[in-house]
């Protein structure tokens, strides 16, 4: 086995483990955390189903961020789509055989790519652009842009200017998963984009990439509009009505 | 008016998006609180105003630490945000000072450097690539200037892609701020009246009284009908909690004035408490938990004592927001409850009508039942504009539907005026534009930062009143109204035009007259 391998194969490894236990620890801290008072950005649902909807309709559809600002809205939600897109066509380096959905969706996968990289260019040409959206930005805000423009043009190159061999990179993917490593291939673009997509993982759980589980959590979206109708308490907040505190002197 | 020491904006029809103007909101700055003052309400102080106590950078991360431990909102809000920007041109604090630091996210940004630096991996060993920066003495100065340049109006949050209120991040500075001996003069010294004398003037009890039968004398005069306004009344069915300025401060009594008549006309017992004699509850604008909850307790124990069967919030914002929202949780004013603490209150309490209730739920009520009668004309002088209340348009609702806060006000209105007209949209509703005093800002050594907060509200007014002549501002907020009574001169309309929902009801609504 090439020392290559070796290396990409330990480097998946590491990833995986900081990005699935970081977010795990993170989502954990996020649910164990209480919500105190009754804070939904009204008008807000009375019931779980209209929660439920509203939520979907932020995740779908960027609700919000569609009032607020048309441009970002094209270009994060174009983004957004293209990504997801990207991530069902890479599936199928990851089974045998390919499940069917993930073989429907190869069409629209391709060009994904490219709206993806056109969305994040919009997204990036804002913080030059905009003066206050330049006051906002640090360092890493254009380094994670930096990173997923350099995923997504590795990747188009090996698909559209220099192909890599597909097989042998499957076939890595799927030693992986089941701890039997097979040899990756050693062509330049291919382990820039992987060296990339590790990057990625790693940095998920430790930066702003955390919006993506902390929208499910955001009280002002996710609460109902119950407050009159059930009694809603903290743990922490217990105590108060059993001590002396139920007096206001 | 004395000749302002700023320049005010002038109106140019559109709401403009200003350029950023570094530093042009950083001379803006309210008094401090003294250590007397930040002590009654349970916070130390240093030896001046303002001067922080020994130890107060641990303390600060400390407090920052079990804050994040306790709410969710701030523990979400610190990490989620993407600099997406969509915030940034949302604020009327940032529309009318251009100052980059009033932008919702860059508020933010004061305490989310913080919480990097000291509670990420990547903040503390990378602090320069991700912003993240140690607290220092002038970032403390920062967080007070610009969490006290914050109404907690909530608009930003409609807005991010994330519900991102900044108004929790405020609330969470200020506390933090409060930890650390640098309150806030105005807020605290108010919070402080409020737990010693139950209410947010200081007025006590006989003072109350008295003032209340000049307020009765004064409708005998002008309407020729005996209305009470009772004080204390044991087995009411009903118990009116207002903002204290109804009872002494114009436009506010004129609001007063409507509510006793229309529980006379609709022949409802109720009563006010010298006991709880404040439905505002500034314990919300400083964040703090406790002392939100021992303001509260004052009507808890007031329905108690005095055995009656609904609540009615009277006209404002902030304490309607804490009254729909939380008292349910605080004390126990609402339904489901299945603990000791709150079923000895909500066994009192009827099940047939919600609490608490808001006095224009309660005047529409009886306004479709029939129960009270209008000549419309005589409010024919008026023509009217409503301005959505932060707090009750993006904090709590009315009725049973949501945006019901939108519609009832609305219905109250027009059914006691004949001339009504909407402001624009995009000021109105869930995006309305705060008075630009709410939050705590009310006061005069802020008064800078209330005029140019009150230029998108300025702007969409100035619109209706070209396009139709409006000349009353109706509102449901004891801030709103001292607010635009203060700001709208600056702006070039007359103070006159500021007044409450409950007036314009004073004004159209049909008393009999008892047989002698
Ligand atoms: C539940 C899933 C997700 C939701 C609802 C979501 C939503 C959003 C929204 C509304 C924005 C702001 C608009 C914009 O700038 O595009 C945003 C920004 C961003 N998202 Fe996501 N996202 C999700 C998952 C992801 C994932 C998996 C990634 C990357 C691997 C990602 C990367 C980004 C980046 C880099 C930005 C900032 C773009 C900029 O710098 O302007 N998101 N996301
Ligand atoms: S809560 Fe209101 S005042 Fe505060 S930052 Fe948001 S928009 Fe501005
Ligand atoms: S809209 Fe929300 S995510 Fe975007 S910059 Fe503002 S606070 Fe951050």
Known sequence: MSFLTVLYACVFYAATVIFVGGLVAKIRCYARTPAPLKI???????????????MAREVALFESLFKSNKWIWLFGWLFHVSLLLVIVRHLRYFTEPVWFWVAMAQPFGTYAGFAMVAGLGGLWARRFLVDRVRYISTPSDHLILLLLIGIGTSGLGMRFVN???IVGVKNFFLGLMTFNLQPLPSDPALLVHLSLVALLMVIFPISKLLHAPGVFFSPTRNQTDDSRERRHLAPWAVKFDAASGSKSE | MAAPQFEVPKLTGNIEVPAVKEGAAAHIKSFPANAGIQEIIGFPGGSEPGELIDGWHDKAIA??????????SLRVFMDACVHCGACTDKCHYFIGTGDPKN??????????????????FAGKYFPSLVGAKDLTKELVEDWYKYYYQCSECRRCSVFCPYGIDTAEVTMAGREILDTIGYGQKYTNEIMGKLHKIGNNLGLPGPALQDTLEGLEEDILDATGVAVKLPLDVKGAEVLLITPSADFFAEPHVESLMGYGKVFHASGTSWTLSSKASEAGNFGMFIGSYENTRRAAMRIREAALELGVKRIVVGECGHAWRVAYSFWNTLIGVGAGGTDPFSIELQKQLDPRYPAPQHICEFTNDLIKQGKLKFDKSLNDHRVVTFHDSCNVA?????GDIPGGQFIIPREVIKAVVNNYYDMAEETIGESTFCCGGGGGILTDDLLEIRVKGALPRMEALNNVVQDHKVNFLALICAICKAQFNKVVPFYGFDMSMVGGVHQLVSTAILLEKEEE
Not at chain 1, 43 to 53: I, K, S, W, Y
Not at chain 2, 394 to 398: C, I, N, T
């Open chain 2, 63 to 72: 407090k920052m630490g079990d804050l994040l431990g306790r709410y969710r």
């Open chain 2, 103 to 120: 932008m919702p996210v860059a508020r933010q940004e004061l305490m989310r450097s913080v919480y990097r630096r000291h509670f990420t």
């Open chain 2, 394 to 398: 993006r904090g709590s609702r009315m």
């Open chain 1, 163 to 165: 192909h890599t061999d």
């Open chain 1, 40 to 54: 939904p950005t009204t008008p807000a649902p009375t019931t779980t189903g209209g929660v439920v909807l509203r």
